[in-house]
């Protein structure tokens, strides 16, 4: 739940934590239905919970956890209540946000993205197939292919002391998660890079806008294009 959510409620839900989920806490809900269609893909998690209620999972042949992208999502929610067009309308709608951003954008076509993270010490780089990655591609930019190359796990691909610069790029984006954005622009190994030193780096402060699309929402998704968008413009791409 995030700030893209804030007026669809008016009784604030009970939130349970994602990376480890409690059965006997969802049970408890009495639910009629559980919606696990972003998970880690845990076979005997799913079979748990499907005793406490029909359970919806990803889709057949999602091998990364929480790999199910906001397309996907929706359209597995949608059938899960009976409502496959407003599905089908809701995902036109974010097409047409990211068309329209393209289209504003010609020039952003041409140019190669780098899609990293910093946490806990480490940077990582987000490769294709995961939402971060994906949603630059989806404004027009190209992830660096070299990003794509290397071993990832799930969506991102660790990057040690040595290989930070395979974040330089046309443009390098790079989320937050626990540390702040001063911290990452002072960082030596952020500083050294190219993108860095040319005004082609863009940090994410507003750490919502990770949160938004880990969420693998319309809803999500829309308030990335709406929060994000701005920024690049004002970054030198």
């Not at 010490?121 to 990003?147: C, H, S, W």
Request: glycine share 8%; hydrophobic share 40%.
């Amino acid at each position: 739940m995030g700030p893209w959510a804030a007026d669809r409620y008016t009784t604030p839900p009970t939130v349970l934590g994602t990376l480890q989920v409690d059965p006997e806490a969802v049970a408890a809900l009495d639910p009629d239905v559980i919606l696990w269609t972003r998970s880690n893909n845990d076979q005997g998690l799913y079979e748990t919970f499907s005793r406490i209620a029909p359970t919806v999972a990803p889709p057949p042949g999602t091998t990364r956890a929480y790999g199910t992208l906001y397309d996907e999502q929706t359209r597995l929610v949608a059938a899960a209540l009976g409502r496959p067009e407003q599905g089908e309308e809701l995902i036109s709608g974010v097409e047409r946000q990211f068309a329209d951003v393209r289209a504003a954008h010609p020039g952003w076509a041409g140019e190669e993205v780098a899609v990293g993270v910093y946490n806990a010490g480490q940077f990582a780089a987000y490769v294709n197939g995961g939402a971060r990655a994906d949603f630059m591609a989806d404004l027009g930019f190209t992830l660096k292919p070299e990003i794509n190359e290397l071993p990832a796990e799930a969506f991102s691909a660790p990057l040690g002391t040595e290989n930070v610069s395979a974040l330089d790029a046309d443009l390098t984006v790079l989320f937050l998660l626990a540390a702040t954005g001063d911290e990452v622009r002072a960082n030596p190994l952020v500083q050294q890079l190219e993108s860095t030193k040319a005004g082609r780096l863009l940090v994410l402060d507003d750490k919502s806008v990770s949160k938004s699309l880990s969420s693998g929402t319309v809803l999500g998704t829309r308030y990335a294009i709406e929060t994000v968008v701005p920024l690049v413009e004002a970054t030198q791409v």
